[in-house]
């Protein structure tokens, strides 16, 4: 399986230097890599919600939902409670993980259900063309908010770490390496796997400079615990001047919502006998 | 004594929905056919609920105003109700607390001493019941161990101390008046809602999301109760924008699934439809009506969310949408709607109402007859595959994932065949006449089916036309005055020809609806469908027998 | 000749396959590209290549 082969004809219409095109091939290249270790691709499925972000599986030749607005969580949450033998990808913007469907987010990280998400984390409304997002700083001059927004940011790892996500990360569209270990770990990951990607919008909000002056790598093995995860997290707030930490913060094995869920017996009963014993006891 | 009506009422809390069925299931015994009319308030405890339980020789889905027994657990019981009574309305009542000096004079009546007697047997106020229903048992006549079967068998807890407690009211009545035994089958007694969830397994359901919601509610209890015994999954989650996207991850894995709601939580969903009818996506959603707009009252009845259920959903793109009548009609249609929406992948509405959803019926299966097994079209392997392949009936072949040979590809945005959106002007055309064909061969299909059925004097000139809930009391109406009876089933694809063939012969067209701008009268308008007349009631409760017959004396002087 | 990668997406520069899709022929070095060179994959320019 190469490169080219997961891809389709579709004609990528992402800004030239988007940093979406990171995240494309970093997925591209895992996929490939889990094929090659014997995981068969007719069992992947992405998911994808709406923004520039969501034209991802329109580029990759593998069975995927392009979904709508902020709800790629409950989709993905459906296609793996359907059928638990599948590997749920999801992507999503930060307008729509953040903002739309945030509450769907939380319950995902509640549930632990083992489906991944990928945060295309531009802070901005890319596709319809530069508004704020919940993750933008403060005074951000946006086509909604000429004079700069008045509200500060969400952190959203701090707010998964608390909803109880087992696998929380962050990563840089202008760092694939560290993008294809992160993104490899956390489909491997058995539980809810949750990635920030600092991804950036050449057209709207380029902060490729600043970015590259205070991202760093953590090390290895370090904040295994929910108060270290959490100190580290809260170095910054997506708004103030800070080191910007990348690579796996917190990761912990807990049972899963669809283990839970499908403790009884699925073989399938005489459906008509049983229609029969309600009937009968309901005389 | 074949054809009578027992009124129950108490507070909220006092079991009066439980004693309503249990009264039902005894005369159940005795061959009667059963239905109840449940009236309460959205409440926990507290204020007034009762129940009429209507037991006659023949099939009844209706109620009438007058009753012919009443059980008065409270003084509310009494004097909300003087006007259900008629000359010869029997009364018992809880003695401790209906004052004999407010009950109306010239009713024979009962009173037993429900707090003492519970006192005495060391039992719990919820227990009234169990005693009042003792004796209602005597007072008709009822060998003892009728109730004792029925008792044992339907309630699970303390059953010992219920069983003594309905016998000391048993002991301290008397007899007024004998039921008489029929000699018919015994069938089961079950609600709307059970019909549903029944018929949507009968169709092969393997999941069922929804978010709790009057009065659709007991679908969701009933089928997590049975969730073992079928195979079931059923997920409540956080919303119903969940829910209903949920379900359709869950279609597009394959998985046969339905969800259920009333007005508010369907306005949640209706992005949702909009996706199931562009991706075309399986699924079936059951909305059980309540007065509106918003909050509305979410425990009474309505028929006020047609239109908005018939065109809900950004867009243009098929649905198929059913609105049962009783408890057979909701098992059959739940059945079919579902394989609908599987050998169309279009969604598919069960419309009910609260008088369908928690109305109790007496539920005929054999009368129901043959029910097929519907399989979607799969793909042949042949080419490479398509999800949206364009064919001649719009209906694309399908597959699911996990398939070694099929890249599945599901799409929100206009698409091409292979599931890539587009912004083609010729594929965005081809794409919606593709998604609008499926629905003439779908009105081709449902041509083997009634669903427009015919009632009463099928020669009369006048006739009466309602949907849902309505069928049970226009049907009785009609029988009583000779008029005719005309009952659309399937509302979307409208049967025109059959709509027109049941037309024949009529003058007077009288629409008989639960609201207030007459929906189902405007629906056909559109089809070039007049009707003459209409009566409508809008106050949160179903109409009776008696007050329908009265209104249509008045019109058809 | 060294192989040079993209910093946006990624993309590896192969001199030895060179970019034939886009009229560049097998064996030119990453120098010789023309300054109007853009990585197939993403559209940036030659500036954010690195040096593998």
Not at chain 1, 40 to 60: F, M, N, Q, T, W
Not at chain 1, 150 to 160: F, K, R, T
Request: hydrophobic residues 40%; aromatic residues 10%; proline residues 4%.
């Amino acid at each position: 399986m190469t490169m080219k082969d997961l891809s389709t004809y579709a004609k990528n219409t992402w800004c030239p230097g988007c940093g979406n095109f990171a995240i494309l091939n970093s997925i591209k290249t895992v996929l490939a890599m889990l094929n090659e270790e014997g995981f068969p691709l007719e069992r992947i499925v992405l998911v994808s919600g709406i923004g520039c972000h969501a034209k991802i599986v329109d580029y990759i030749n593998v069975n995927s939902f392009y979904a709508i607005h902020g709800r790629v969580v409950p989709v993905a949450t459906g296609v793996k409670l359907a059928n638990p033998d599948l590997k749920v990808i999801g992507f999503a913007g930060d307008g729509d993980a953040y903002g739309e469907g945030l509450e769907h987010l939380i319950f995902a990280a509640k549930r632990n259900i083992d489906i991944t998400m990928i945060i295309h984390n531009n802070r901005v409304y890319g596709l319809t063309t530069g508004q704020y997002t919940p993750t933008s700083p403060l005074g951000f001059r946006g086509r909604s908010t000429p004079k700069g927004t008045i509200e500060l940011p969400l952190n959203p790892l701090e707010l998964m770490l608390a909803s109880g996500a087992t696998f929380i990360a962050r990563g840089y569209s202008h760092g694939i390496e560290l993008l294809k270990r992160i993104f490899k770990e956390a489909i491997t990951h058995k539980g809810f796997s949750f990635i920030d990607v600092l991804q950036v919008c050449v057209t709207f909000f380029n902060m490729y400079e600043y970015y590259n002056k205070k991202v760093y790598e953590l090390e290895d093995d370090d904040f295994q615990n929910y108060d270290g995860a959490l100190r580290k997290i809260r170095e910054w707030d997506y708004n103030s001047d800070a080191p910007i930490a990348l690579g796996t913060f917190y990761k912990k094995e807990i049972p899963t919502f669809e283990e839970r869920f499908l403790e009884y017996e699925t073989r399938e009963a005489d459906r008509n006998l049983k229609i029969k014993e309600i009937l009968e006891r309901a005389i | 004594m074949d054809n009578f009506s027992v009124l129950i009422g108490g507070k909220a809390g006092d079991g009066i929905d439980k004693a309503g069925l249990i009264i039902a299931r005894i005369l159940n015994q005795l061959g009667y056919r059963l239905y109840i009319y449940r009236d309460y308030p959205s409440i926990i405890r507290g204020g007034h609920t009762f129940s009429i339980i209507r037991a006659s020789k023949n099939k009844i889905t209706t109620h009438l105003n007058k009753v012919d027994f009443l059980l008065a657990l409270n003084q509310d019981s009494v004097d909300f109700h003087k006007d259900r009574l008629k000359d010869n309305t029997s009364i018992v009542y809880n003695s401790d607390i209906v004052k004999f000096e407010r009950l109306p004079a010239g009713n024979q009546s009962l009173g037993l001493p429900l707090g003492k007697i519970i006192k005495e047997e060391n039992a719990l106020p919820v227990m009234y019941n169990s005693c009042i229903i003792g004796g209602f048992c005597k007072a008709i006549g009822l060998e003892w161990n009728i109730l004792e079967r029925v008792f044992k068998k339907n309630i699970p807890k303390e059953i010992d101390l219920n069983l003594r407690v309905a016998l000391r009211g048993y002991n301290e009545a008397r007899e007024f008046v004998k039921v008489e035994t029929l000699l018919n089958k015994r069938l089961p007694v079950l609600t709307g809602n059970e019909a549903i969830a029944l018929g949507l397994i009968k169709g092969g359901l393997k999941a069922y999301i929804a978010y709790p919601m009057t009065p659709s509610s007991s679908i969701l209890h009933f089928l997590a109760e049975s969730a073992d015994d079928f195979s079931l999954k059923v997920i409540h989650p956080e919303s119903e924008i969940a829910v209903i996207l949920m379900a359709l991850g869950f279609s597009y894995a394959g998985e046969r699934v339905a969800v259920g709601t009333s007005g508010g939580g369907f306005c949640l969903m209706t992005e949702g439809l909009s996706l199931a009818g562009m991706a075309e996506l399986p699924i079936v959603i059951v909305v059980g009506q309540r007065p509106g707009p918003s909050t509305g009252v979410p425990t009474h009845t309505a028929q006020s969310d047609l239109h908005f259920v018939l065109n809900a959903g950004q867009g243009e793109f098929p649905r198929f949408l059913v609105s049962p009548g009783d408890a057979e009609e909701a098992y059959f249609w739940s059945c079919v709607a579902l394989n609908t929406s599987w050998k169309y992948q279009i969604p598919s509405i069960i419309l009910a109402d609260k008088s369908l959803c928690e109305g109790v019926y007496s539920f005929d299966i054999d009368s129901i007859g043959e029910m097929e097994e519907e399989n979607p079209i799969l793909w042949d392997k042949k080419e490479s595959y398509k999800r949206y392949l364009n064919t001649e009936t719009g209906v694309s072949p399908l597959s699911f994932v996990p398939d070694k040979e099929a890249i599945i590809k599901v799409d929100s945005y206009a698409h091409d065949e292979f599931g890539i959106t587009t912004e083609e002007a010729q594929e965005i055309k081809s794409m919606q006449d593709k998604r609008l064909r499926k629905s003439q061969y779908l009105m081709k299909e449902l041509e083997k089916y009634d669903t427009v059925k015919i009632y009463g004097n099928k020669n009369s000139s006048v006739a009466l036309i309602c949907w849902g809930s309505n069928k049970g009391v226009c049907v009785e109406a009609a029988e009583n005055l000779g008029l005719k009876v005309i009952h659309p089933v399937v509302l979307s694809p409208f049967p025109i020809k059959e709509f027109q063939d049941s037309l024949s012969g009529v003058q007077n067209l009288i629409c008989v609806e639960n609201n207030s701008t007459a929906q189902l009268a405007s629906l056909i308008n559109r089809y070039g469908f007049r009707v003459n007349e209409k009566i409508l009631k809008y106050d949160g409760r179903p109409f009776s027998l008696d007050e329908l017959e009265e209104r249509l004396k008045d019109l058809v002087k | 000749m060294s192989k040079y990668r993209c910093i946006v997406c990624g993309y590896i520069y192969d001199p030895q396959i060179g970019d034939p899709d886009n009229g560049i022929n097998p064996g030119t070095a990453f120098e010789d590209l023309p300054d109007s060179w853009v990585c197939p994959e993403c559209g940036v320019g030659k500036d954010m290549f690195e040096n593998l």
